[in-house]
C-alpha cells in the first residue's frame, strides 16, 4: 500500500516539475509558448463614468447601518451597491406599494448626480426611494420635502439608481 502511494506521490512530483519548467509536453515539434504568455496587460478604460459622491455627511451618518446595507432587501443580488450610505433631499412625487411589500417613492428634484440615463429616461429624472417591510418607516406626503438616508445602488433589472433601503427619512427645510 505504501509503495503504491510513493508511486503516486512520484508521478505528481513530476508533473509539478514539468509544469514549472515552462513545457508542459515533449513532442519538439510542438513549441513552447514564450515566457511572458502567461502575463496580462492591463489597460485602464477610459471612464466616461460620473464620480461616485460622498458618504452621508457627519450628522446623519449615525442613521447609516453597519454591515450589509442590503440587509432585509427582496433579491438583493439585483442590487449593485454604489455608496453603503448616502443622504439625498428631494420633493415626494409619488408614493406606491409593490408586489415584493416594498413602498416605492419617486424623489423629485434631486441633484442630478444621483441619476443615470435610464433614471433620466424611464423615471422622468426621479429618483426611486425603497421603503422596505423589515425596516418600516412611515409614508411620507406628497409633494413634502425630505430627506432620504440609506445606500445608493444600482438595480441591474432596472437599470435606474435608487436608495434601496430607506433607512431614515427627515423632513427637510
Request: charged share 15%; glycine share 6%.
Amino acid at each position: 500500500m505504501w509503495a503504491a502511494f510513493a508511486l503516486i506521490v512520484a508521478v505528481v512530483a513530476v508533473i509539478v516539475l514539468k509544469s514549472r519548467s515552462g513545457s508542459s509536453h515533449d513532442d519538439p515539434a510542438i513549441p513552447s509558448p514564450p515566457p511572458n504568455a502567461l502575463e496580462t496587460t492591463k489597460v485602464a478604460a477610459p471612464s466616461t463614468a460620473k464620480p461616485v459622491p460622498p458618504l452621508a455627511p457627519p450628522q446623519l451618518r449615525t442613521f447609516c447601518h453597519g454591515g450589509d446595507p442590503l440587509v432585509g432587501v427582496y433579491s438583493p443580488g439585483r442590487l449593485t451597491v454604489k455608496n453603503p450610505c448616502v443622504a439625498v433631499t428631494g420633493v415626494v412625487g409619488n408614493v406606491t406599494l409593490q408586489h415584493d411589500g416594498d413602498l416605492h417613492i419617486s424623489l423629485t428634484e434631486v441633484d442630478s448626480k444621483w441619476l443615470n440615463e435610464v433614471n433620466i429616461d424611464r423615471t422622468n429624472s426621479d429618483l426611486v426611494v425603497e421603503i422596505v417591510p423589515g425596516i418600516p418607516l412611515p409614508a411620507p406626503a406628497l409633494q413634502s420635502r425630505i430627506t432620504v438616508i440609506g445606500p445608493w445602488v444600482l438595480d441591474t433589472e432596472t437599470g435606474w439608481l435608487e436608495i434601496h433601503p430607506a433607512w431614515k427619512i427627515l423632513p427637510a427645510g
